[in-house]
Nanobody, 122 residues
Framework: VQLQASGGGLVEAGGSLRLSCAMSGVSINGLHMGWFRQAPGKDREFVGVTTWTTNTQYYGDSVEGRFTVSRDNAKNMVYLEMSSLKPEDSAVYYC????????????????WGQGTLVTVSS
């Protein structure tokens, strides 16, 4: 399996950005797909997930209401629409197939692939 996120870049605070994630080698059909991010010196953080079973989305508290996760099963792609961006959203963003343990979503394949860097200027 390969995971490649793209679409990152430099954006001003308050702006928007759309990230894409291509997964190859395995179909995303039947998988919950999530986004995570990691800022320098910080732990990796859950951003959001789109579920396979009900196509429901869940989000981390810090992005709720500003970010939207979506998927295109036919193209094997997952997307992250980000709006009202803040400097604290600056991080490398990754996508991965996820599972849930209690209230925590985690990457169960433990492979992160290539992330994409988002930098939000103040």
């Amino acid at each position: 399996v390969q995971l490649q996120a793209s679409g990152g870049g430099l954006v001003e605070a308050g702006g928007s950005l759309r990230l894409s994630c291509a997964m190859s080698g395995v179909s995303i059909n039947g998988l919950h797909m999530g986004w995570f991010r990691q800022a320098p010196g910080k732990d990796r953080e859950f951003v959001g997930v789109t579920t396979w079973t009900t196509n429901t989305q869940y989000y981390g508290d810090s992005v709720e209401g500003r970010f939207t996760v979506s998927r295109d099963n036919a193209k094997n792609m997952v997307y992250l629409e980000m709006s009202s961006l803040k400097p604290e959203d600056s991080a490398v963003y990754y996508c991965a197939p996820v599972a849930r343990r209690g209230t925590t979503w985690y990457n169960y394949i433990e492979y992160w692939g290539q992330g994409t860097l988002v930098t939000v200027s103040s």
